[in-house]
């Protein structure tokens, strides 16, 4: 679960999830989850841009 900060990687039990968009409409639900979607996305490119100038360091020596 993200909050929209990149140190906000927050886990939550299944049950959870389900209380947290049991109330929510469909259309608010499908936001909600490509919202998350986009925000995984942003997470996993920044971590491979962070592998690559690690990787770009290393060669240097």
Same mark, same amino acid.
């Given at each position: 679960?993200? #909050?929209? *900060?990149?140190? *906000?990687?927050? /886990?939550?039990?299944? *049950?959870?999830? =389900? &209380?947290?968009?049991?109330?929510?409409? *469909? $259309? +608010? %639900?499908? +936001?909600? &989850? /490509? =919202? !998350? =979607? !986009?925000? !995984? %996305? +942003? =997470?996993? &490119? &920044?971590?491979?841009?962070?592998? @690559? #100038? @690690?990787?770009?360091? $290393?060669?240097?020596?």
């Amino acid at each position: 679960m993200f #909050f929209g *900060k990149k140190d *906000k990687d927050v /886990r939550i039990t299944d *049950k959870q999830y =389900k &209380d947290l968009v049991g109330n929510m409409s *469909k $259309s +608010e %639900r499908k +936001e909600f &989850d /490509r =919202k !998350q =979607k !986009q925000l !995984q %996305r +942003e =997470k996993d &490119d &920044d971590w491979l841009l962070g592998m @690559l #100038f @690690l990787t770009d360091d $290393s060669d240097d020596t």
